[in-house]
Structure formats: structure tokens, C-alpha cells
């Protein structure tokens, strides 16, 4: 029986700066050890020519487009679906998150109104309904935690209008992050696109009424629930009443309503016996005394923090709501200054604004009646008259994000919601490299042989897009492991995808255009592998013969022989 040479696959580590990689020639000889402890080299040769490139996959992508999955691929795991994605592997996002440093910053239950500025051709009200659909969009804040849903979103003409009915304040997720609310799209039938060119939204109180965070008579603290003397019990000029609220004034631009409830606190100096027996009170005709003066604030300035010092607030309504010249409710209104800062008084770092004693009348005397303002509840509010531009919009689609920041118009298409262009199910090949030669050898590893082939089509990233190579497929359609060569006359370009920068391959199952075929499990690809045969090529033997020796047997030094050719130079 003729001898059968060893066969197999020998895959080539290249080192090299150079993006042309190492070319290496059919019948390239290597050796390998002997297995039997002999001594002896073995010696196999490479059964084609090949480039081998430098390039490394770096990632690998499954894409089933009709799904809208994407999964990562990891061969560490064990054998990967090919061109049957995994929804419980799929890391497939259509998010937008719309920030803004002020409005968002809620505890207490209230209602996000979000107003998308529709791009040209975008139907608002079809759009509006997609986003407020539960089958389709998932609207959600940050609580500090966790990503919880909105307990109620619905449409209102051109609005979306997500309640929060919690406790639970909308937070940002880490120092750097601005406050967001984030709306999750998946499913549905419409797979159309939303692109608008902004996106304006306000916030608003579910309860009109929040109490601030906390009071302060100079640094005294005054109890928000209970009340207290606003000025103490001799207030002087320059003594400052302090409100703090983080809800109602962080929000700069709006409308801000302060109510007191305000009760008169009388402190006599003298008893009347004593005013009549030491003052020595002129008595009228009518025997009528004269009244005492009355010692109260006549005159506040209120201020705010701008970051450097305390700057004049022009409020309306009862702006002095501490001359006790009459009790109960007191209400004033003023616009959040756009420089508002936190400030920290009493080491209580906040949003301040404190109401400052001008001037107290008849400060000085010493039998008038104090009159002492009391305040024994203080509530504030907010509202904005119209809604504001989104300081922060972020989108994310297919694995691509985009990020809009500014208050101003944005002036270009924002898109919102984008599914994948339909296609059969893919795999994306992601290298660090370029890719070029002629060819570059893959090996496939499959778990398994199958009885059915496939028609795969590799395609390689080109200037004008993905384009389709040839190839010369040594696996049989996919039906079992083995080696593809891909012709690739110029490199491929850099491109990115799923957010992702690199050189690409795409594989399509054109088979799934026409019917849905089983996953492709395959264990592993490898890079520059090329099959191989246990021979090697001997020195040119040159045999003498004398004349009439027609039987001449030559033998040959190492056997056994593969094949040979023979020469006669008959001259």
C-alpha cells in the first residue's frame, strides 16, 4: 500500500509594525518534534501560498437585524450561535436621555412634561403616540439606585406627560452625570425612524405646596414644622431669616411662590398700672390715654447667593410679611435668578434666600409694645410659564451614542429611535489592523459537522461601504471546520459600528433571506492557519549508467516516496 502522509493545520504567529504582514510560499518547510523520542525532526510543508497579516479580531458581533438583537460573541463560554443572535445575550439599545440641571431635580411626586420639536416630515401626533405607547417606550428616572418606571405617562396634545407619584427623587448617576430622565424604546410594529431637532421639557408639583429643607433666625435653626420667631425676640437691624429649598430655588427662570403664615407675637415692655403711674400719660378731655408706640420691622430687603456675595431679590406681593400690621397668610412671588448658587450657611450647604431686617421702628424705646413676627407655617412652590430647551440630550442606537449639550437650538436632525436596515442574520468581524492579502487564511472550528451548507457571503469594508469578496471556502458551505481564504486585493478601511471603532468583515446568511435556519455553532476562529503535509522535498540525486544497462535499479537514500520524477538525459 502506498504510505499516507500526516496532515493537519499550522497557524503562523506575525510580528511585524508592517500592515502587509509576512507572505508565505507553498512548500515552506517546518518541523516538529518527534513524538516517538527518536531524534529524528519531522518535517511538514505548507500545501498553498498565503499572506499572513498582523491583524487580530479584536470582537466579534451577532446581528439578526428582523430581531433587532445584537449579541457579543464569547468563545469562552462555549460554541456561539452564528447567525442566530440570543435575546437573553442582547446588548441591542434605542435609548434618549434628556437632561436638565434645574427642572429635573425633584423629590417629591410631580409630572415631567416633554415637548420633542418634530424634525421636517415627522407626523407629531404618530410620534407622540409611539412614545407614549408601553409596548414601545419605557420612560424611567434615576433614583440614586435603580432605573424605576414613571407610574403613568400618557399624551397631552403635543406633550408627553410621565408622572412620578413617589417619594423617590429623580438623582443623577454619578457626579459628573447630569440629572435625566431616560426613555427605552423596543418592539412594535413601526420600525420607522424618530428624528426631531430638539426636545423642551418642565417639571411641575403633583402637591402645590413643598416645605423648605430648612430655616435659620441668624444661626439659630427655626423648626419647619412647628415654626418660630422669624427674627427672635428683639430683632435688630441686620438680622437675617434664612429659607433653604433644593426643590422650588434651584429652578432658575421660574416662577417662585412663597406663603407664610404669619401670627402677631405682642411683648410688652411695661403693664399699663405702670405706664399710668411712671409715664404720667397726659390725659384728654374724653379721658382718653394716649397709645403707646409699637416697636416692629417695618422695612426687609430679600437676597439671594450668587457665588459671590448676597445680591438684592425684587419679590412682589406682601414683601414684608414681618411688620405684624396684620396676621395670617402672606404671600410674595419673585423669578429664580438665573446666578443663583448654593450657598452654605450654618455649615447647611443649599439653595438660600434669606429676608434681611432694614430697619426697625421705634427700635429704641423703652415702654412700647415689641411686636414680634411668628411664623407658623412656610410653604413654597414653583411653576414655569413655558418650557425650557433640554440642556442634555443622548441618544443611543444599533451601539452608537450621540450626545447633545447646549441650551440653544441644536440645529441638526437628532435621532431618537433607529432600527436596523433589514438584512439576513449577520456576524461582524471587528480587527485592530487593516486587513489585506492574497490571500488571508481564517480557520472556522464548527461543534460538529452538519449535513446542510450554507450560503455565507463575506463582505469587507470598503470606502464606498461593505462590498462582497471572493473566497475560496474549504469548510463545504459551513457543513464542517476548516479553512477560508479571502481574497483581499486592497485593505480594509476603518469604519464604526455598534459604537465601535475598527477594520470590518461582515458574514451574511444569505440562506435566511429566503427561509430561518438553526444557529451555527461554532467553537472558535483562528487567524493565518494553513493545512499542511508531512513531506519534504529531497536534493536532486543524479544516477551515472554504462551502456546496455537497461535494468538498472536505483536506490533512493529516504523513502518512503510521495511521488517523484524521473529524467533521462539521453545524449
Same mark, same amino acid.
Given at each position: ?55 487580530? *479580531? ?16 464569547? /468563545? ?12 437573553? @445575550? ?24 416633554? !415637548? ?10 404618530? %410620534? ?75 417639571? !411641575? ?23 418660630? =420667631? ?66 416692629? *420691622? ?54 438660600? $434666600? ?9 427700635? /429704641? ?18 411653576? =414655569? ?18 450626545? +447633545? ?8 436632525? $437628532? ?15 471587528? +480587527?485592530? !489592523? ?15 459537522? +452538519? ?14 461601504? +461593505?462590498? @462582497? ?23 480594509? &478601511? @476603518?469604519? %464604526? /459600528? ?26 472558535? *476562529? ?12 529531497? &536534493? &536532486? ?10 535494468? !538498472? ?11 517523484? &520524477? ?6
Amino acid at each position: 500500500n502506498p504510505a499516507t502522509p500526516a496532515r493537519g493545520y499550522v497557524q503562523f504567529d506575525v510580528n511585524t509594525p508592517d500592515d502587509r504582514g509576512v507572505h508565505i510560499k507553498k512548500g515552506t518547510e517546518m518541523y516538529a518534534d518527534d513524538p516517538e523520542g527518536q531524534g529524528r525532526d519531522i518535517v511538514f510543508e505548507t500545501e498553498r501560498s498565503f499572506d499572513a497579516t498582523p491583524a487580530k *479580531i479584536d470582537q466579534i458581533l451577532l446581528v439578526d437585524a428582523k430581531k433587532d438583537i445584537v449579541e457579543e460573541a464569547d /468563545f469562552s463560554e462555549g460554541p456561539v450561535g452564528f447567525f442566530g443572535a440570543s435575546p437573553e @445575550k442582547n446588548i441591542q439599545r434605542h435609548e434618549v436621555c434628556i437632561g436638565h440641571p434645574d427642572a429635573l431635580p425633584v423629590r417629591q411626586p410631580c409630572a415631567v412634561e416633554i !415637548r420633542p420639536v418634530m424634525s421636517v416630515g415627522m407626523m407629531t401626533d404618530k %410620534v407622540i403616540g409611539r412614545l407614549t405607547d408601553p409596548g414601545f417606550a419605557r420612560w424611567e428616572y434615576f433614583d440614586g439606585e435603580n432605573w424605576l418606571p414613571f407610574d403613568e405617562v400618557r399624551a397631552d396634545n403635543e406633550i408627553i406627560v410621565a408622572v412620578k407619584r413617589s417619594d423617590r427623587p429623580i438623582c443623577r448617576q454619578d457626579a459628573d452625570s447630569p440629572y435625566m430622565v431616560r426613555c427605552s424604546m423596543s418592539g412594535g410594529e413601526d420600525r420607522s425612524d424618530i428624528l426631531v431637532q430638539g426636545i423642551d421639557l418642565r417639571t !411641575r408639583l403633583l402637591e402645590e405646596w413643598t416645605n423648605p429643607d430648612e430655616m435659620f433666625y441668624n444661626d439659630r435653626p427655626v423648626d419647619v414644622a412647628s415654626g418660630g =420667631y422669624c427674627f427672635g425676640r428683639q430683632p435688630v437691624s441686620y438680622d437675617c431669616f434664612y429659607i433653604a429649598s433644593d426643590e422650588a430655588l434651584g429652578k432658575r427662570g421660574a416662577q417662585i411662590s412663597l406663603t407664610l403664615q404669619m401670627r402677631t407675637i405682642v411683648d410688652r415692655q411695661i403693664t399699663p398700672e405702670q405706664m399710668y403711674e411712671f409715664n404720667k400719660f397726659i390725659v384728654d378731655k374724653n379721658d382718653k390715654v394716649i397709645r403707646v408706640e409699637e416697636i416692629y *420691622i417695618s422695612e426687609v430687603i430679600w437676597e439671594y447667593w450668587n457665588g459671590s456675595g448676597w445680591r438684592p431679590l425684587r419679590p412682589s406681593g406682601d414683601v414684608n410679611p414681618f411688620s405684624c400690621r396684620r396676621e395670617g397668610q402672606m404671600s410674595l412671588t419673585f423669578v429664580c435668578p438665573e446666578d443663583i448658587r448654593k450657598a452654605e450657611v450654618n455649615a447647611h450647604e443649599n439653595y438660600w $434666600i434669606r429676608a434681611r431686617v432694614a430697619f426697625v421702628e421705634n427700635n /429704641f424705646s423703652l415702654t412700647g409694645d415689641r411686636l414680634l413676627p411668628f411664623a407658623r407655617e412656610v410653604k413654597l412652590t414653583y411653576s =414655569y410659564s413655558a418650557l425650557l430647551p433640554a440642556r442634555e440630550i443622548q441618544t443611543r442606537n444599533n451601539g452608537e451614542t450621540s450626545r +447633545f449639550s447646549g441650551a440653544g437650538p441644536i440645529g441638526q436632525d $437628532i435621532v431618537l429611535y433607529r432600527a436596523f436596515k433589514p438584512e439576513p442574520p449577520c456576524v461582524y468581524l471587528r +480587527f485592530d !489592523r487593516p486587513l489585506r492579502g492574497y490571500p488571508v487564511n481564517l480557520y472556522f472550528r464548527l461543534a460538529g459537522q +452538519f449535513e446542510e451548507e450554507r450560503d455565507v457571503e463575506f463582505q469587507a469594508l470598503t470606502r464606498t461601504g +461593505f462590498r @462582497k469578496i471572493k473566497t475560496q471556502n474549504g469548510t463545504d458551505g459551513f457543513s464542517d471546520s476548516g479553512i477560508v481564504s479571502l481574497f483581499l486585493g486592497e485593505a480594509t &478601511e @476603518k469604519g %464604526v /459600528f455598534f459604537g465601535l471603532e475598527g477594520y470590518w468583515l461582515r458574514l451574511v446568511d444569505n440562506g435566511q433571506r429566503r427561509q430561518e435556519k438553526p444557529p451555527l455553532p461554532v467553537e472558535n *476562529i483562528e487567524m493565518n492557519v494553513v493545512d499542511v503535509v508531512q513531506q519534504r522535498r529531497e &536534493e &536532486e540525486l543524479r544516477f551515472p549508467t554504462g551502456t546496455y544497462e537497461a535494468v !538498472r535499479v536505483l536506490r533512493l537514500e529516504n523513502t518512503p516516496v510521495q511521488s517523484c &520524477e524521473v529524467w533521462v538525459d539521453e545524449l
